[in-house]
């Protein structure tokens, strides 16, 4: 038996940024073969391709520091975000409520009048009913609605009003008319920093203070005695005093032991995104942009990442997301010719060869976060708490932030039980 006094269940971002905090003795159990999680990269043949489009935006001094100190500033680009909107054969600018001025006249008028007259509310009963309450019938119609449909894959009327928290680009009023002429807008993310080698030069900067003997790949938890403290990963059995856990919170919860939280896993559900990399033999004639988001549900695809566009290679790199319900079988090959055509028609392909592609099915990638899922959640995290098992990251959470939220999280919590 190995005693050790924090088991970090898995290697990903969430998991190795508290290894790399925490300051004491650890044990990570992996599942997968190589650590990363969802930041691993794929090299084929000249493309450099992620799990899905993962670009860093690090604002916190602590981060930028660690990083600056172990990847040189010559292995990443920064980028000023050019993102558009495939609307009706135009290239809106992103956010869409935001940029209404750049649809045909009629189409503006019906998205200005709508704003305008508004059915708004002081609270909503859901994310849907936040759409048209803050933003009109026209503008929730044209872009708002059959995008997030497209992205989580569900009714949106499930969805907490609150569910994409402060990724969602608020507007108001004020800010949209402004907008008209000064074309200004802010997100959180206007500027990032892209690895020329991929997502994967983050996990080998963290990797660099991780001890190989405590890192066990190929080793996913399979069973926890939450009394005794004792949880078994692969062939190993492990003495704990906190257990960490950065997995998704639905696969956390159905392990062998976990059975008095089980009524939780009704509540956690979520989409699944399939990722098509593919890298074609010349470049696009969009050259300029790094990714487009497609509401029309004639396309299958909500989201296209231009690789190509960032690191500024001479041939075509995407990334190509597409949406599903979690029990819903896909079919990959027809997802890959729709997929195909769909570029085609929206003019990234003309003539194009494709060379190359992987592809990638991520579980609970968007988790559908409900007003009953949040009650649920914070109940477990205390209910865990008391039995020294803490939960982390945006799948241990199951909520949605970003990369660097990630590593805040973890580092707050290695901070706070750890001094």
Avoid at 83 to 95: E, G, S, V
Avoid at 212 to 221: D, E, K, Q, V, Y
Wanted: hydrophobic share 35%; charged share 30%; glycine share 6%.
């Amino acid at each position: 038996m190995r005693k050790v006094e924090s088991l970090i269940v898995g290697a990903g971002i969430s998991g190795l940024t508290y290894a790399n905090f925490c300051g004491e003795d650890y044990l990570i159990a992996e599942k997968a073969d190589v650590p990363g999680g969802l930041c691993r990269t794929f090299y084929e043949g000249e493309y450099v391709w992620d799990c899905a489009g993962h670009f860093f935006h690090f604002s916190d001094e602590k981060f930028k520091s660690f990083f600056e100190k172990k990847i040189d500033k010559s292995e990443l680009v920064s980028c000023r975000k050019n993102t558009k909107i495939f609307y009706n054969n135009l290239l809106i600018d992103y956010p869409f409520q935001m940029n209404i001025h750049q649809l045909p006249k009629d189409e503006f008028i019906d998205c200005l009048y709508d704003l305008f007259n508004r059915d708004e509310k002081s609270e909503y009963g859901s994310f849907q009913e936040m759409l048209y309450g803050k933003f009109g019938r026209s503008i929730t119609e044209k872009f708002l609605k059959p995008y997030n449909e497209k992205l989580y894959a569900c009714d949106l009327n499930i969805l907490d009003t609150d569910a994409m928290g402060r990724f969602f680009p608020y507007a108001n009023v004020n800010d949209i008319v402004k907008n008209f002429r000064q074309n200004n807008v802010s997100t959180y993310n206007d500027y990032f920093e892209y690895p020329k080698k991929g997502a994967e030069t983050f996990v080998k900067a963290l990797m660099e203070n991780v001890d190989s003997s405590r890192l066990m790949l190929g080793c996913g938890l399979k069973k926890i005695d939450t009394r005794s403290h004792i949880a078994e990963a692969g062939d190993e059995i492990i003495c704990y005093d906190k257990l960490i856990s950065t997995i998704p919170l639905n696969d956390f919860i159905s392990l062998e032991g976990m059975e008095e939280f089980s009524d939780i896993l009704p509540e956690l559900h979520s989409n699944t995104v399939l990722v098509f990399n593919m890298g074609f033999d010349k470049k696009s004639d969009i050259d300029d942009i790094h990714w487009i988001y497609f509401p029309d549900k004639k396309f299958n695809f909500y989201r296209v990442g231009f690789y190509d566009n960032i690191l500024g290679s001479d041939k075509l790199s995407i990334y190509v997301e597409i949406g599903f319900d979690s029990p819903q079988k896909i079919d990959i090959r027809s997802q890959l010719e729709m997929t195909l055509n769909g570029l085609k028609k929206c003019g990234i392909i003309t003539d194009h060869r494709l060379v190359d592609y992987n592809t990638l099915i991520i579980p609970n990638a968007y988790v559908h976060i409900t007003a009953e899922s949040k009650r649920l959640v914070k109940d477990t995290e205390e209910s865990l708490r008391d039995k020294d098992i803490y939960i982390t990251g945006r799948y241990g959470k199951w909520t949605y932030c970003s990369i660097e939220d990630c590593m805040m999280q973890a580092v707050k919590l290695a901070e706070k039980y750890n001094l």
